[in-house]
């Protein structure tokens, strides 16, 4: 299992950029495997991103091209970098590994107005 820690979230206007962070810990068989979710008020929790060991990256058509997930060398956290942010992306975000998902972290809150 990994313990995911979030932060890097934010209040910005439309059009404006974030970068969150998850500080992960736990085996490199959990760590080659990452996703980001993001869960709005009354909806479901929803994939954004993935990595994984091969450094490929899969994005679903509501964020391509505007979100970029990354990771450090050790593979100790995990980056989305977040562009042209749009309103309907407010949410509370958070990661977990696609391997071997613990238990879920206390997010960051990503809120974007018009």
Partial sequence: QVRPVESGGGSV??????????????????????IWYR??????R????RIVSTGSTLYPDSVKGRFTISQDSAKNTVYLQMNNL???????YYCNSGNCQGPWGQGTQVTVSS
């Fill in 86 to 92: 749009k309103p309907e992306d407010t949410a509370m």
């Fill in 46 to 49: 929803e994939f954004v991103a």
């Fill in 13 to 34: 206007q439309a059009g404006g950029s974030l970068r969150l962070s998850c500080a992960v810990s736990g085996s490199i068989y959990c760590r080659n495997d990452m």
């Fill in 39 to 44: 869960q709005a008020p009354g909806k479901e």
